[in-house]
């Protein structure tokens, strides 16, 4: 499964890479195609921004560098065309400010989801240990105190009859010893839900855990 | 009392017998019954009754004593000491003290091999107020490799539905069947022998 996701990570990454080089491509060849031939620089750098979102969004403020080479190229044909303005120099601006929003929120947004899934895979480890804690008292409490019960139940019969009282005594004697771990056992499942829940008061924490 | 079906235990040597709790007893006895008549050596591994008491409910029962070997897990551990005179026995210090109570166990098979043996556990339920499951799982496995390997056969006893469906699905997979002892209500009549609904039922390895 680990590895699974693994691959699925790399394929993922790769296919980034591939359309953001593709987009990249476009954008240097609309750039070079419309802007230093058509000498005209209207329209095209708006597909600029579709490249410049998805490198935000997936490599947030990394994307900055996607956004320099496309300035850089802007600056570039602007020169040999020679219509470098202020027009070029907010669109320059613009492609770097969207960038780096874009990127910033994307991190954002990212970091805080990753939070809450670590949040809620802690939750569930921690529900899991709990129901399989108190399944395995359970298991170590409802049974033994059965076959204790059974055990007593024999006790009392043979007292009816003409009792070894030294075997009784030793009887009875297992019969505490298995009690006295079974309090134990139980003392173990309540401290260990006590630590569990850090919502149980400090006054029930003492009590449970006597 | 309900006789043990040993017709498998020839071809099967492994089994996990599940009983009703107020029949743990015995049902052990029964067990005990049949394998000594069968010419078993039958060895004891004790967590809930003291040996003591075994020993004397087997006489009352008319039990071969002579072919009864204890590990006696409880006794040591609820009183302190050991009681004098006990022979056929080893005391192990406390349920929860798995080395010595394997140690003990080879010992024993060690001193069995070459004659028709098996042990029986009595019981698991006991035993988990000591260790937890997961502790017990292991140690059973221990015992069965232990007991294929000396070609034993070995019986373990359970509460019936006292098994989390985890650990009894361990305990399946080491055994090579299952009995329920008290699910004879529910048995397939018998033809020949018996009656109607008598006898445990067996099933391998599922319940």
């Known amino acids: 499964m680990e590895w699974d996701g693994a691959v699925r990570e790399g394929l993922k990454g790769k296919y980034r890479v591939?359309?953001?080089?593709?987009?990249?491509?476009?954008?240097?060849?609309?750039?070079?195609?419309?802007?230093?031939?058509?000498?005209?620089?209207?329209?095209?750098?708006?597909?600029?921004?579709?490249?410049?979102?998805?490198?935000?969004?997936?490599?947030?403020?990394?994307?900055?560098?996607?956004?320099?080479?496309?300035?850089?190229?802007?600056?570039?044909?602007?020169?040999?065309?020679?219509?470098?303005?202020?027009?070029?120099?907010?669109?320059?601006?613009?492609?770097?400010?969207?960038?780096?929003?874009?990127?910033?929120?994307?991190?954002?947004?990212?970091?805080?989801?990753?939070?809450?899934?670590?949040?809620?895979?802690?939750?569930?480890?921690?529900?899991?240990?709990?129901?399989?804690?108190?399944?395995?008292?359970?298991?170590?409490?409802?049974?033994?105190?059965?076959?204790?019960?059974?055990?007593?139940?024999?006790?009392?019969?043979?007292?009816?009859?003409?009792?070894?009282?030294?075997?009784?005594?030793?009887?009875?004697?297992?019969?505490?010893?298995?009690?006295?771990?079974?309090?134990?056992?139980?003392?173990?499942?309540?401290?260990?839900?006590?630590?569990?829940?850090?919502?149980?008061?400090?006054?029930?924490?003492?009590?449970?855990?006597? | 009392m309900m006789p043990f079906d040993l017709a498998r235990l020839g071809e099967d040597r492994l089994f996990l017998v599940l009983s009703a709790a107020e029949r743990l007893k015995q049902n052990n006895i029964g067990i005990i019954r049949t394998l000594t008549g069968q010419g078993y050596r039958v060895v004891v591994i004790t967590t809930n009754q003291p040996s003591a008491v075994l020993r004397r409910l087997y006489t009352a029962e008319g039990i071969e004593l002579s072919k009864v070997f204890f590990i006696d897990a409880i006794t040591k551990y609820a009183m302190g000491r050991v009681p004098e005179g006990e022979v056929q026995c080893r005391f192990v210090n406390s349920p929860s003290n798995l080395t010595d109570l394997g140690i003990a166990i080879t010992e024993v098979l060690n001193t069995l091999s070459g004659e028709k043996a098996c042990l029986l556990f009595d019981s698991i339920s006991t035993m988990l107020i000591y260790i937890p499951s997961t502790h017990i799982s292991k140690f059973i496995h221990f015992i069965t490799s232990k007991l294929r390997l000396v070609d034993a056969s070995g019986i373990f006893l359970a509460v019936e539905k006292g098994l989390d469906p985890l650990l009894l699905t361990q305990l399946t997979t080491y055994v090579d069947g299952v009995i329920d002892m008290d699910s004879h209500a529910a048995a397939p009549p018998q033809k020949e022998g018996g009656q109607e609904g008598e006898g445990p039922r067996q099933s391998s390895p599922v319940l």
């Not at chain 1, 750098?45 to 080479?69: D, E, K, M, P, Q």
Request: glycine share 6%; hydrophobic share 50%; proline share 2%.
């Open chain 1, 18 to 210: 591939g359309i953001l080089a593709l987009l990249g491509g476009v954008c240097i060849g609309l750039e070079i195609g419309v802007h230093l031939f058509l000498r005209t620089a209207v329209g095209y750098t708006h597909i600029f921004y579709v490249l410049l979102v998805l490198s935000a969004l997936w490599y947030y403020r990394r994307a900055l560098l996607v956004a320099g080479g496309l300035v850089v190229a802007t600056f570039a044909t602007s020169l040999v065309v020679g219509d470098l303005s202020w027009a070029t120099f907010l669109r320059a601006a613009m492609f770097l400010v969207v960038t780096w929003v874009v990127g910033v929120i994307s991190e954002e947004r990212d970091r805080a989801k990753a939070e809450v899934e670590a949040q809620k895979e802690a939750v569930e480890k921690k529900h899991f240990a709990l129901v399989g804690y108190i399944s395995e008292a359970a298991l170590r409490l409802k049974n033994p105190l059965e076959v204790l019960r059974d055990n007593l139940v024999s006790i009392r019969s043979q007292l009816d009859n003409s009792p070894d009282i030294g075997e009784l005594k030793i009887m009875l004697s297992v019969q505490v010893t298995h009690l006295e771990q079974v309090l134990e056992n139980f003392r173990a499942l309540n401290k260990e839900i006590v630590e569990e829940r850090e919502e149980i008061p400090q006054a029930y924490r003492e009590f449970l855990t006597r």
